[in-house]
């Protein structure tokens, strides 16, 4: 009679896990029927504890495992329908009958296939294997066990939140020590190995069964059940699994932090047997929305991309372990050695290609450590490896200017109690309204107070700040640089949510970025974005930047950097672009960084 109970368990349980196009996510079983369940599993396999590990398939989507540091849930083979489910389609009765017969297994990909949009469309996908997932994206704590370090700009979130700030080649150099440090505990079965997932397994296993938005159907109201995302995070990842998990026990898929997935973009989506996506690119696939993100960007279907060499705040990834592992991890090991080849070439590639906004050297770090000062104003200053100055951490605020001000009170009001589209600025936002000459004499004036020499910085030590100066000749005037590909936050385009303050879809504009939200319609208070390497804020959008320089041989005008919360042009917020105009014009778009000379030239 047990036994009759345990099987009429396992297969009620196993029907829940399964039935995910109703969307009933498993919740906690009791312990009695926990403790049934692992006792039907052990006898599924033939075997108990001691033969857990050689058991290399699961029995059930969402079944449980531990190999060593990972929890896993099984996913298994299966077919499914990729994409977009609202892009109209369900209207076309011929159409909506073609994507049934194939979900019934009554046509395969040698008859043909359902019609495929772009980027978020659908296609048809048979996935032949199952594979295990990561019940939980990999920990801050995980990542420091098996690299030796943390690269998480969000430490403070703890241990147990996601990683982030790792690239795509890193993701995958993480999968490759994982596997060796389980293969020599024999934690993993033999053939298998761990890598990302392709983005067709990715998907599958999001959806887990479902046809809807989110794995747990259409209505974003729900979405702060399962996910952290940009209405509930407070602006920080948070520690895994506190949500709601999808119907095959995987926990953040929707949120927290973007994951990276094993394909090279391309616009259609990978249909077909087990796709992997198309064979080259320059782009990798990231998945499931992130903390900072509006609820539409969390979808099962929504996918982004950026370069293998780019990490950023709010990307992080998940394991699966599979018997493709080997093959992939041979393709990321030649992707390896090419971008290493070209990283001692040219040094300046490292710096251009690993979204300086966001990644810090620890050696750097360390060196610097003490060196940062503040001022009598506030103003923070942190060292210039390079140059022979310190740089202010900050945009020149409107509380430091009003002190000039009022030990001056001849200078130009137009600085005073900006206004725009209703917002007015407070003392921590950047002072705007000062041409070139106003800022010089700012320095002026502070040079004289503190006794040090305060001035704007020049053009080629702007460059060295945002991370281009190797790539550049000092000797050339600034408008004759050749110009970079880059920005100041990586190689994406459009920029990824959290870069800087631009013209995004929050001001209304009749021009915008298309596709990027940052939140503020006016100037941003200093320091409300991520600093780069160097510890610097802003250097993209926000106000644009004055310089020393002269923008030519004419001498007829002063240069600008940085951008502005007015740009939406690529080209305009490019790490190279300079705009140049007379010392005395003045617009709500202009403000200046101050920087301090004193230090020795450090080469580094």
Not at 33 to 53: C, F, M, T, Y
Not at 152 to 173: C, H, I, N, R, Y
Not at 540 to 550: K, P, R
């Amino acid at each position: 009679m047990k036994s009759l109970h345990l099987h009429l368990l396992l297969f009620a349980v196993s029907a829940t896990l399964c039935l995910a196009e109703e969307n009933r996510p498993i919740e906690h079983l009791s312990e009695a029927d926990r403790s049934s369940l692992a006792e039907v599993k052990n006898q599924a396999s033939g075997q108990g504890d001691e033969g857990k590990q050689a058991h290399a398939t699961g029995s059930w989507a969402g079944e449980e495992r531990e190999c060593g540091e990972m929890k896993l849930c099984w996913i298994p083979a299966g077919r499914f329908i990729m994409g977009s489910m609202n892009n109209g389609d369900d209207e076309d009765p011929a159409q909506r009958e073609l994507w049934e017969t194939f979900l019934r297994g009554e046509w395969d990909f040698t008859t043909g296939s359902p019609k495929r949009e772009d980027n978020e469309g659908r296609a048809a996908v048979e996935l032949s294997d199952g594979f295990w997932l990561g019940r939980y994206e990999v920990t801050q704590g995980q990542y420091q066990e098996i690299m030796g370090k943390n690269p998480s700009f969000f430490k403070q979130a703890g241990k147990t939140a996601p990683v982030e700030q790792v690239s795509w080649l890193d993701a995958m150099e993480f999968c490759r020590k994982l596997t060796e440090r389980q293969r020599e505990t024999g934690s993993i079965p033999e053939g298998w190995g761990y890598t990302l997932p392709t983005e067709a397994q990715w998907e599958y296993a999001c959806r887990a069964g479902s046809r809807t938005v989110y794995s747990f159907g259409d209505d974003p109201a729900r979405l702060g059940t399962y996910g952290w995302f940009k209405e509930n995070s407070n602006k920080t990842p948070h520690p895994v699994g506190q949500k709601k998990r999808n119907a095959w026990g995987l926990f953040d898929m929707h949120g927290n932090v973007w994951e990276w997935v094993l394909d090279h973009y391309g616009r259609r989506l990978p249909g077909g047997k087990d796709p992997e996506g198309p064979a080259t690119g320059e782009f990798r696939v990231y998945r499931g929305g992130g903390w900072v993100h509006s609820p539409h960007l969390c979808g099962s279907a929504y996918r982004y991309w950026s370069s293998p060499t780019s990490d950023i705040h709010y990307r992080g990834f998940r394991v699966a372990l599979s018997t493709g592992a080997a093959r992939h991890q041979e393709r990321y090991a030649a992707l390896r050695k090419i971008h290493e080849a070209q990283s001692q070439s040219d040094p300046a590639v490292g710096t251009l290609n690993a979204n300086p906004l966001f990644k810090a050297d620890a050696g750097d770090k360390m060196s610097l450590e003490g060196l940062r000062f503040t001022n009598s104003l506030g103003m923070k200053f942190v060292p210039m490896p390079g140059t022979s100055v310190y740089f202010c951490e900050h945009e020149t605020r409107v509380m430091d200017y009003a002190a000039f001000a009022t030990e001056n009170p001849q200078v130009n009001r137009m600085w005073k109690n900006v206004v725009r589209k209703g917002h007015r600025q407070t003392g921590e936002h950047p002072v705007v309204n000062i041409n070139w000459l106003e800022a010089k004499a700012f320095c002026a004036w502070l040079s004289q107070k503190e006794g040090k020499t305060y001035r704007l910085p020049t053009d080629h030590e702007w460059s060295i700040a945002v991370g281009i100066g190797a790539r550049e000749n000092p000797r050339v005037k600034p408008m004759k640089q050749k110009r970079s590909k880059n920005y100041p936050w990586g190689s994406d385009w459009p920029p990824p949510v959290g870069s800087g303050n631009f013209s995004g879809s929050e001001t209304g504009a009749r021009f915008s970025i298309e596709g990027y939200r940052d939140d503020y319609v006016a100037t941003a208070p200093v320091k409300s974005f991520p600093p780069n390497q160097h510890g610097l804020h802003d250097l993209s959008g926000n106000v644009s930047e004055w310089c020393e320089d002269w923008a030519s041989e004419k001498e007829k005008y002063r240069v600008m950097r940085g951008g502005s919360l007015s740009d939406y042009i690529d080209s305009s917020l490019r790490s190279s672009f300079r705009s140049g105009s007379t010392p005395s014009g003045r617009n709500s778009n202009r403000g200046f960084r101050c920087v301090v000379e004193g230090r020795e030239t450090n080469s580094k």
